[in-house]
C-alpha cells in the first residue's frame, strides 16, 4: 500500500471531512500541515500552487496521485478502500447521500470559508459583527432545509443515512463546529443536533476534530 | 424504463448541467419549468419546498426517487444509464474529473447564483455594477486556478479529461455561461475557451443551452 499524505489545518472544515473518512476506513496517513493564516497563509506560496492551482485545502496524495476537492478525494477513498463503505449499495441512496453532502459542500460552507469572509472585508466593507451574521444567514438557510430533508426520511436514522456513519455525516459534523463558531442558536435542529452527538461519540470523529490535531493552536 | 422529470429553469446553470449529462446520456425527459423570478420565485412555493427543502433546482425525479443537486443526479444517472460513461474508469482519473467539477460546483457557481446575489443588495447595500463585480471576482478566481489545473495536465485534451465529455464539462460550459453574462474578459483562458467551443459544437451541449429550451425567455 502506498503512504497516503493529507495537506492539512486544523480547522479547515474540508480537511476535517477528508480526516473523518480517512479514519472511518482505518487508513493511516501523514498530515502536512498547512496554515492558512500564517504569513497571508501558506496555501499562496507557490510550492503549494503547484500542488494545487486553487490554492485551497485538503490534498491528499496517494503515490503518484494528487487529487483536490474533499469531496472528490472520498469518493477517491471509496472506490480504493471500499469497506467500510460511506455510501449505501443502491443507487437512489447513493444519491441521497451525495445530495446531503452537498447540500452542505456547495450550498452552505462556500460561502462562509475563510477567503470569502476575507473578501467581504477588504471589498464590502463588512466589519466582523455583520461578517458573522452573513455565516450564520447562510448556515441558517442550509440547515433549515437539511434539518426538514432528514426529519422528513424514513431513510435517516441514527446517522444521517441509516444505522452507519456516510459521506453525508463527514459533512455535518464539520459544519456543525462551524456553525457553533459563529454563535447560530441550534435550537431548531434538533435531528442535526442528534447526529452531530451520535457521529462524535465514534473515535473516528473524535480524533478528526479540529482541537485533536497536531497543528491545533 | 420510468419516466425521467426534470424541474428546471432555462437560466439555471445547475440545471443546465444536468440537462447536458441527460443529452450525452442519450436519455429522454419530460421538463417542468420553475420560474426563479416570478412572483418572488416559484420554488418558494410550498408545493415544491416539499418535493426539495432547499427551494433550489434542479430536481430530478425517477419513479418513486426524488433527487436533488446537480452533481447527485448527474452520478445517479452515470450508475443507472452507464453508457456512454461521464465519468473514466480508473479511480485517479475519476477524481480528477470529479474534483473539476466540485471546483466549479463548490468554489465558483455558489457564490454567485441568484439568492447570494439578492442577498448582496438587501443585506449589503451592494448595487448592481458592484454585485456584478463580486461574480466576476470569484469566477476569475476560480477560473485562473482551473486555466493552469487543464493547461497543466496531459490529461486534458479536447474536453476537459480526454477525449469524451465528461461530468467536468457538463459543469464548465454553464459557468463559461455565466462568466459572459457578467462580461468577465475570457482571454487569460485560452484552454478553457477551447473546451468550451468544443464542447458547444456537439448537438448535447447545444440543445441544453438556456437558449434552446421551451421555457427560455
Redesign the interface.
Known amino acids: 500500500m502506498t503512504a497516503l499524505r493529507l495537506y492539512t489545518y486544523f480547522r479547515s472544515s474540508a480537511a476535517y471531512r477528508v480526516r473523518i473518512a480517512l479514519n472511518l476506513k482505518g487508513l493511516e496517513y501523514a498530515a502536512v500541515p498547512v496554515h492558512l493564516l500564517r504569513g497571508g497563509g501558506e496555501q499562496h506560496a507557490e510550492s503549494f ?1 503547484n500542488l ?5 485545502l485538503p490534498v491528499l496524495e ?1 503515490g503518484a ?1 494528487t ?3 474533499s ?3 472520498i ?2 477513498l471509496e ?2 478502500h471500499p469497506a467500510p463503505p460511506l455510501l449505501p449499495a443502491e ?2 441512496a ?3 447521500v ?2 446531503l453532502a ?2 452542505i ?3 452552505i ?3 462562509n470559508n475563510l ?2 469572509l476575507r ?2 472585508k477588504s ?2 466593507d ?1 466589519d466582523d459583527a ?1 461578517r458573522e ?2 455565516a450564520r ?1 447562510w448556515i441558517r ?2 440547515f ?3 434539518e ?2 432528514l426529519a ?1 426520511s424514513a431513510r435517516t436514522g441514527t446517522y444521517c443515512h441509516g444505522e452507519t456513519p456516510s459521506l453525508a455525516d463527514c459533512c455535518l459534523v464539520p459544519q456543525m463546529a462551524n456553525a457553533q463558531r459563529v454563535h447560530l442558536p441550534l435550537d431548531g435542529y434538533p435531528t442535526l443536533r442528534r447526529i452531530h452527538e451520535n457521529c462524535t461519540r465514534l473515535s473516528a470523529f473524535a480524533a478528526a476534530a479540529p482541537a485533536a490535531q497536531p497543528d491545533a493552536e
Open positions: 500552487a494545487n492551482p486553487a490554492r485551497l496517494d496521485a487529487i483536490t476537492q469531496l472528490a478525494i469518493e477517491y472506490e480504493t443507487a437512489a447513493r444519491a441521497r451525495r445530495a452537498l447540500s459542500a456547495c450550498d460552507h462556500p460561502l477567503r470569502v473578501y467581504l471589498a464590502c463588512r455583520q451574521e452573513w444567514h438557510e442550509g433549515d432545509a437539511l426538514r430533508q422528513g
